[in-house]
Each structure stands twice: as C-alpha cells, then as structure tokens.
C-alpha cells in the first residue's frame, strides 16, 4: 500500500484548473521530488495534501485512510508534515519553546485549554524536542530566541519543527529559497542526513535541478496542473516532454 496517494485528484480556482486529474503515489521510505515550471500547481497539490485546500473532486489517501475530510492539524497527528514557505516559527520564542510546540502540537492537534490535561506527556515531548534539535545541529543554541537565529540557522529550525512532529511524510516546499550557498549546501547535507538517518519519506518541491537530481529517488513533473512525467533522475533528466515543458528546450 503507497503511504499518500492522490486519486484524479482536481482543484480548480474560479475558471483555472491548477490540478488536472492528479495520480500520484508515493511509497514509503521514497524521496520525491516535484518539479514543473512556474504556475504547475506543485504549491497547490502540496496545499491539497496539507488540508490547506479543500480540492474540487478526487481523493486523497495518507495509510489507505482518505484525508479530504480531515483538518489540517488532524492530518499532522496523522503523520504529514510541512517544512518552508510557511513562517512557521515563533520568533520571540526560543528555540527550544519552538521544537516543543511543535512536538506538542502533533501530539495533541491544539494546545488549548485541554493542555494541562497532558501533563505527563510533557517529558516525551522535552525529548522529541531535544532529539530534534540535536538532529538539525541545534542543540547548542537551544536558549537563544528564535529571532536572533542567522538565516540559515532559521532554516534549519524550521526543517526541526517539521521532524519534531514526527512524521511519516515530510513535505518541503522550496527548502533553499533565498539561502546563500553555502546556506544552500549546509541544507542540503541535512536534508541528506535526515534522508540517511531517519530514513523519512520526503516531497520536495525544489527549482534548483543540482539538488533534484542529486536527492530523489524519483522525479514527478507537473505542467498546467497535470502529471507529464515520472521517473529516475536519469530518466527525467533524458525525457524531451519534460525539457520542453520545463525549460522551453534547454537541456537539463
Ligand atoms: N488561491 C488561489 N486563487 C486563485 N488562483 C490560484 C490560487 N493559488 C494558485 N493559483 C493559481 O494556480 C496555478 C498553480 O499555482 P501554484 O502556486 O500551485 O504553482 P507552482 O507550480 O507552485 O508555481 P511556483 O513555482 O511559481 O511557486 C497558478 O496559475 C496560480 O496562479
């Protein structure tokens, strides 16, 4: 059985369609990347996949169970999360305070009035946040506040509130935007890292091809809101479809 699969799934903004009759399967344990040019609707089937969009027609499936009625912080506890293009951190908070909102928040979906009813859970999640922020190299500055963070060191943050949820499925949109690069490479070994050590199903939308073909194990194109392709970075690489749809041509 596919971890997620999405089963002619439609979303459709006012006369637009931004995703045309979508099949798409991930397994588990695999690394996939989506690509596609400006306007594919790589953000809006990841925002379908979130519960962030409410899609048109067509299912989604996460371990076999539809999810197309689900909220969005139900499908967290599920196990699918979102790292990137979102401000998913809370800036006057520390470090640490993040992760563990984010460890809590998955466990328990809100963290209203019920919150004190958890309290003894609350030692696993000071764990799930330490382990997390020891996996993205964020241990030691655990008691700075968030905003006083470089850049980079923000990113990383963010990719921890993603694991610190646990997931079975990571979902990253664009993890290297605006990163310098050597900001760029840092992420990149640790996404590597958490692909090597966690051994975490990811979806990656990426526009930097170095960093697609160097860590997916397959390639999904999207153009005009439909799947064109799907294959090895090697098959992708050589498919003229996809050169032709993506770059107008140029060879990737
Ligand atoms: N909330 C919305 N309302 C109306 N149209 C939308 C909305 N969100 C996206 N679209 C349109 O849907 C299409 C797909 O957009 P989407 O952002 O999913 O593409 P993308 O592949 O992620 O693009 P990019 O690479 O530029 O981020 C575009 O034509 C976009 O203008």
Redesign the pocket.
């Known amino acids: 059985m596919a971890l997620l699969e999405t089963e002619n799934l439609v979303k459709e ?1 006012g006369g ?1 369609v ?1 995703t045309d009759d979508v099949n798409l399967s991930i397994e588990e344990g695999e690394r996939v990347s989506i690509i ?1 040019p ?7 089937l990841i925002n379908l996949i979130t519960r962030r969009l409410d899609p048109t027609s067509g299912d989604i499936r996460f371990k076999g169970e539809s999810i197309v009625n689900r909220d969005p912080h139900e499908v967290v506890q599920m196990g699918v999360s979102k790292s990137f293009q979102t401000a998913s951190i809370f800036s006057d908070l520390t470090v640490r305070e993040n992760a563990e909102i984010a460890a809590l928040a998955s466990e328990h979906g809100s963290f209203g009035f019920k919150f004190l009813q958890h309290r003894d859970s609350l030692d696993e999640v000071h764990e799930v946040a330490a382990d997390t922020l020891d996996a993205v190299g964020l241990l030691g500055q655990a008691d700075r506040t968030a905003s006083e963070l470089p850049y980079g060191d923000k990113r990383r943050l963010e990719i921890g509130i993603a694991l610190a949820a646990e997931p079975d499925l990571l979902l990253m949109d664009e993890p290297t935007a605006g990163m310098s690069p050597e900001e760029t490479e840092a992420t990149v070994d640790l996404v590597e890292e958490v692909k090597r050590e966690l051994g975490l199903t990811f979806v990656l939308i990426e526009h930097d091809m170095e960093i697609v073909f160097s860590i997916s194990d397959r390639i999904v194109v ?1 153009n005009r809101g439909q799947i064109i392709a799907e294959g090895t970075p090697d098959e992708i690489r050589g498919n003229p479809a996809v050169q032709e749809a993506y770059l107008g041509g140029v060879e990737l």
Not at 38 to 44: E, L, R, V
């Open positions: 903004f637009l931004a596609g400006n306007g594919a609707g790589k953000s809006t999207l």
